[in-house]
């Protein structure tokens, strides 16, 4: 009984071996430079960048006034070169950066007690109680 089962299956085994030795793939060893290390962890950051800018709400309620739908702009976005995603990373960093205005309100209350408490110092005013005039 085993001769009958070792003929096919050494035939199995054979083939088998054949298999994976075709499927298998050479190793290339190259050296890689640190401006090419570099450039690429850029490009990824690029394109990280450029996605959150998409991913944005105020940005997704602007494509979809003007009729864009934000799953085809991020599709769009992938499919660009690494040259084109560079340039539009660039615009961003040049765009002006906006805020919730919490700092510039700060800043003037800020200015105006200053100006106001040297004005009180001063004996022009009289409007904070800790002040000897």
């Given amino acids: 009984m085993l001769r ?9 085994l054979i083939f088998s071996f054949l ?5 298998a793939h050479n ?12 450039q690429a962890v850029r490009q990824q950051g690029d394109r990280e960048r450029a996605a959150a800018f998409l991913g944005r709400d105020e940005i997704r309620q602007a494509m979809v006034g003007q009729g864009i739908d934000p799953k085809e702009a991020l599709a769009r ?3 660009l070169s690494d ?12 765009l002006p950066a906006g805020g919730d205005g919490i700092g510039a309100v700060v800043g003037a209350a800020v200015l105006i007690f200053l100006v106001l ?17």
């Fill in 19 to 23: 298999l994976l030795d075709l499927s």
């Fill in 27 to 38: 190793a290339r060893a190259a050296l890689v430079t640190t401006e090419s290390a570099v």
């Fill in 77 to 79: 976005l992938d499919a």
């Fill in 117 to 133: 408490l040297v004005t009180d110092i001063l004996g022009l005013t009289h409007v904070f109680s800790f002040v000897n005039h």
């Fill in 83 to 94: 040259a084109e995603v560079s340039r539009i990373a660039k615009v961003l960093d040049q």
């Fill in 4 to 12: 009958r089962i070792a003929r096919p299956m050494s035939f199995l």
